[in-house]
């Protein structure tokens, strides 16, 4: 049985679809109690001999290549791997439905976490009587730095920016269910029904597709990685360390607070509680802080 290289472009539960460097793809498991498999992943794959349906070839992922990032979420129960190899993530909200502005932090501290270029699509942009209660809830995040761009698929607006910030960058795309993600992957990936046809025959999961992370290939370097709704995001896999230095606004007052241990809530001369009161950081934001410091402790 003979060895090569792929990359996986979809997964589903513990199956996943890897394309080789002929651009063949393979059903693959992953032998044993490995590391989970993210999609990106470059993987070195043993070819089963295609047994059972010669249309739809077998192999067994041997190894996971070094990554250069791992885009995840965990609990206490379970450490989820999303995709492997990002440069940047793009949370998709709208002006309608509404959506939660924490998840989308709990993201963007995860993506910050691993050094991953974190915007925020606003899509839908072409509701402009819903525009202004979507523009509030972000503003927190513009003013911290966080890049927003305005998008609707109706108008076309922001879509030939995307176009042009996808180029020799691995994007995934996520966020809530409802949000017009699926819209933007279709403009962004021409044949992405296709593929989606295409990647269900070798998961066998059909009506499960939504459950499925799937990568587009659209040049050499080009990936698009799509993601199904979130409803939860959390980050048990961080420690107090990252957590606290995924807060920009907060980063220049760490290690200012006058004891050792403080917990950035009632203790005394706490500096982060200090910048609040001088208006460079919003309270709403140090609440937030706090709930994540507490979920992983």
């Known amino acids: 049985m003979s060895t090569f290289t792929a ?32 999609v990106n992943d470059c993987v070195i794959l043993t070819d089963l001999g295609n047994s059972g349906d010669v249309t739809q070839p077998q192999a067994v992922i041997e ?12 609990d206490q129960f379970k450490d989820k791997a999303i995709a492997a190899n990002v440069t940047q993530v793009w949370f998709v909200v709208a002006t309608e439905p509404s959506f939660d502005p924490e998840l989308l932090s709990r993201c963007q501290v995860a993506c910050a ?7 925020i699509l606003l899509n ?19 003013a911290i730095g966080i890049p927003v761009i305005h998008t609707s698929t109706l108008s076309g607006q922001g879509i030939d920016q995307l176009r042009h910030q996808i180029i020799g960058q691995s994007t995934v795309l996520t966020g809530q269910s409802g949000m017009g993600k699926s819209s933007l992957i279709n403009e962004l990936v021409p044949d992405a029904k296709a593929t989606i046809g295409e990647i269900s025959h070798y998961l066998d999961t059909g009506r499960h597709t939504t459950t499925t992370v799937q990568a587009y290939q659209q040049g050499p370097e080009t990936t698009i990685i799509d993601v199904p709704g979130l409803q939860v995001f959390g980050l048990s896999h961080l420690t107090d360390e990252q957590i606290l230095l995924a807060f920009p606004e907060f980063r220049p007052h760490l290690g200012d607070c006058r004891f ?36 992983i402790r």
């Open 124 to 142: 839908k942009a072409d509701l402009a009587a819903l525009l202004a209660r979507a523009e509030a809830l972000i503003a927190p995040f513009q």
């Open 7 to 38: 990359r996986i472009i979809a997964s589903h539960g513990r199956h996943y679809v890897a394309r080789d460097n002929s651009g063949a793809l393979w059903h693959c498991i992953a032998r044993g109690k490995k590391h989970e498999v993210a």
């Open 113 to 119: 976490a691993e050094a991953i270029q974190f915007t």
């Open 260 to 295: 050792r241990d403080c917990r950035h809530d009632q203790d005394p001369g706490c500096a982060l509680r200090a910048a609040v009161e001088n208006g460079s950081a919003t309270d709403v934001r140090l609440q937030l802080l706090r709930r994540l410091l507490q979920d």
């Open 63 to 74: 190894k996971i290549e070094p990554r250069q990032n791992l885009f995840r979420r965990s």
